[in-house]
């Protein structure tokens, strides 16, 4: 087990050519683009999380049927301020990082002030973002760090806040057909309220506004939520999508923040703020993107957490709209260190199964409806909507399957009809040990999984003129329990998820969390920015980095 999670991985910084058995096909060209967590002891401290560890950034390129594969750390702030100190000194959620102890009582003072409203790491260790031609690797606070994708090299830090006021941002952001980012942010406290707010950064800018400037100069305010407590807003990691609508969960897995204002002079981690009110609902918050307002209706439905959203789409006179869900927080709890030992797979055990569940909410509610009638009428799905007294309406799900995460889809579906699900299967143990392709219209499911190996995220690439919405290949980076078996790069057939080849390398790769697909041949070759984008994003480093 800890050959997986507690031991540090090392980078491969120059590209190293993979042994491919089977067959790529011709048309795949591109590069493969994974984040997550690679080093988890920085010289004798050690993180008490696994999802705070150091970000490792990896790729793997495929061109003209070989793969070169190639890693290393994200340099940011804070894993150079570790480095340097050789121990950690920058806070991760789930790991509270501490003054030298030889400092004087003064600058300890000013340590526990400062700490009062954290200034949260740089570590962006959960996603890639695509952004204009730019890349940033993401994770869920304010910053944000701009990488090269082909070299791996780290860029600009950009912090959020010097274009919309938010304190945390999630890693899941959607993309329109024009590439504009849709992603949503929380903003504690700012000007006396707490808010969720949905911003929009355009992937170009127009050529009279460009002037050298980033995409993300152009951040707007697409809409904003007040949340339902000042002190205790709503953890989030993702939210839906259709064509006309937004789909946010406000569920009762909270953030205290007096206790976050505290938490550096308790001696106490971020996460330890965090708690599940298993008595209180989840409100369902509809916002139209054609007012950018939400919905007058209030929905809700059971206590519950999500983190993955899988899709949204409209049918008939309501949204349908699919998520992970689980009964209760016992998936982040599992991942503290302390648990991941040689005897995790046996002991460690969540508390509910993740659980694909569809929800439908009606997008006009009928006033002369009578109180307990469902305002559900699409025949596609056993999901109710209750109406209620005082014109609440709640909602309950269909089940659709048990025991999967890391949900993708065909992108081009995002927010349409869809019919299928590619995820890694999870039961009652949180480790994936196989990949799965869920079938919503049959209800049916293919599976690969092999023995000693753990599947990453399945990443769907369509074929080029693809017609069916399964027509294209799986990509997913398979690391091993055995450490006689090298970890490699899965290549299956998305309609009849047969593998089609497998590119080992013969390095000790960590098991990531979310990335993308970058297609073509292009790695290596890119334009440089002007010189005026270039000395922007300088200041904007700058000016991040004494923020």
Known sequence: ????????????????????????????????????????????????????????????????????????????????????????????????????????????????????????????????MKCGDDFYATTETNYIRKIDPWTLETLQKVDYRKYVAINLATSHPHYDGAGDVLNMGTSIVDKGKTKYVIFKIPATVPEAKRKGKSPLRHTEVFCSIPSRSLLSPSYYHSFGISENYIVFLEQPFRLDILKMATAYMR??????????????????????????????????????????????????????????????????????????????????????????????????????????????????????????????????????????????????????????????????????????????????TLKWGEECCWPAEPLFVPAPGAKDEDDGIILSAIVSTDPQKAPFLLILDAKNFTELARASVAVEMHLDLHGLFIPGTDGGTRSQAPAETQAEEAADCQAASQA
């Open 1 to 128: 087990m800890d050959l997986i999670f507690g031991k540090n991985k090392k980078e491969q910084l120059e590209p190293l050519k993979a042994k491919v058995t089977g067959r790529i096909p011709a048309w795949l060209q591109g590069t493969l683009l994974r984040n997550g967590p690679g080093m988890h002891t920085v010289g004798e401290s050690r993180y008490n999380h696994w999802f705070d560890g150091l970000a490792l950034l990896h790729s793997f390129t495929i061109r003209d049927g070989e793969v070169h594969y190639r890693s290393k750390y994200l340099r940011s702030d804070t894993y150079n301020a570790n480095i340097e100190a050789n121990r950690i000194v920058v806070s991760e959620f789930g790991t509270m990082a501490y003054p030298d102890p030889c400092k004087n009582i003064f600058s300890k003072a000013f340590s526990y002030l400062s700490h009062t409203i954290p200034d949260f790491t740089d570590n962006c260790l959960i996603n890639i």
């Open 267 to 444: 001696g106490v981690s971020w996460a330890s703020c965090m708690a599940f009110h298993r008595e209180d609902k989840t409100y369902i918050h509809i916002i139209d993107q054609r007012t950018r307002k939400p919905v007058p209706t209030k929905f809700y439905t059971d206590a519950m957490v999500v983190f993955h959203h899988v899709n949204a789409y409209e049918e008939g006179d309501c949204i349908l709209f699919d998520v992970i869900a689980y009964e209760d927080n016992s998936l982040y709890q599992l991942f503290y260190l302390a648990n991941l030992n040689k005897d995790f797979e046996e002991n460690c055990r969540l508390t509910s199964v993740p659980t694909l569940r569809r929800f439908a909410v009606p997008l006009h509610v009928d006033k002369n409806a009578e109180v307990g009638s469902n305002l559900i009428k699409v025949a596609s799905t056993t999901a109710t909507a209750l109406k209620e007294k005082d014109d609440q309406v709640y909602c309950q799900p269909e089940a659709l399957y048990e025991g999967l995460e890391l949900p993708r889809i065909n992108y081009a579906h995002n927010g349409k009809q869809y019919r299928y699900v590619f995820a890694a299967e999870v039961q009652w143990s949180p480790i994936p040990t196989k990949i799965l392709k869920y079938d919503i219209l049959t209800k049916s």
